[in-house]
């Protein structure tokens, strides 16, 4: 997400924070030339990305000392091998935006800033999502954020323009077809002037669609959900869920609302252990892109809350993809970051300024965050990964080494290979 347009919504946020308190008073492209599948399917071997968006290292400490202290390692890091990536984009300084980092990370190749799925020269690139359909698995794209977003376009679509929401929405249903789409923005897949499903809570939810995809999805043989109730009958193989964009953001900046209340917030932990329930009957294994993009918001909008309660929902979702390696060892998980958002800095209690004291678990200590921009920063973000071909990961790399590692997990049966 942009800084302009995650202060947009933090805007309305506000708004709607102010109206409750006063209540309560009172170029679309083509799709790329598909490469021929191999010898066929790889048996039972699966990549899972799951990308902190603006998670630096930094907010990695943060979250460890907050809620583990300095002994017990937190989930995100409790991986096998450990490296670093450069996150730089193709050209024009070296702060990248979360388009050009995913594509990195989804195609091998360095692009520039606003593309998603496409090279420097604009022309569609093979991404890990279409490279796994081509060898007969399943795939997934998940978000805690609107499903069109940068981050996952960057696996799912092709185009030179990262806002054109409407037409990646489409390129989904008619071009990359991930099987499950999980996730917000359900604004995105209904026409201008229809209320959705999911009820709307700021301007930013106003749907501005010009076809009711939705309708589309179902024709193509998606189930579809808008809620927890709904989302807990999802069977698949195919399923759409467009539940509540943003539910952490909301309860940092709206006045008394609490996503554990609001039916129509599925936490995204739950999200992903759906997905694995429905991804496992594939016998040929799966791809799956997760994205947490509430730690950016934290970073644009300097909330340690957000960051608090973001990073231990993606602590959630590492627990729980730990659990289905253990059962599943065929299975290649890698947790990193597009970049880092904020130039977060952690600090001793006894520095003055910031953005709060803050205890460290399980202890008497205390430390300081502060922050030293609303926009990117350039440093290199850790990735922490287990399983087959997981050890490749290790030392400092550009990004589009996680493509390099994956992709030849994805194209073949590499699991016991070196």
Known sequence: MTASSTQTRARCLFAAAGIAAIASAAVFTTSPARSAAGTGPAQGTSVVVLIGDGMGPVQRAAIQYRFYGKTVR???DDLEHFGMLRTHAKGGGIATDSAAAATAMAT?????????GV?????PL???LEIADDEGKSTAIISDNDVTNATLAGFAAHHDDRDN???IANQYLSGT???LIFGGGEEVWYPEGSPGMVPDMIEDDASFGRKNLVAKAKRKGYEYAYNRRTFARLEGPKALAMTRTDALLREAFIRKYDYRNDPYAVPEHEMVAKALEILDRDPSGFFMAVEVDEIDDAGHEHSPRLLF???QELNRIATVLARYQRTHPNTLVIITADHETGGLGLEAHYQRGGAGLFPVADSSEHFRLDWTTPGHTAVNVPVTASGPRS??????RDNTRVFDVASKLLERDVAGSP
């Open 74 to 76: 937190q989930p995100m």
């Open 108 to 116: 091998g190749v360095k692009t520039k800033r606003n593309y998603v």
């Open 119 to 123: 090279g420097p020269n604009g022309r």
């Open 126 to 128: 093979d991404t890990l």
């Open 165 to 167: 929401k409407r037409v």
């Open 177 to 179: 077809r991930p099987d």
């Open 309 to 311: 309660s973001s990073g």
């Open 391 to 396: 050890h490749r990961l290790e030392g400092v």
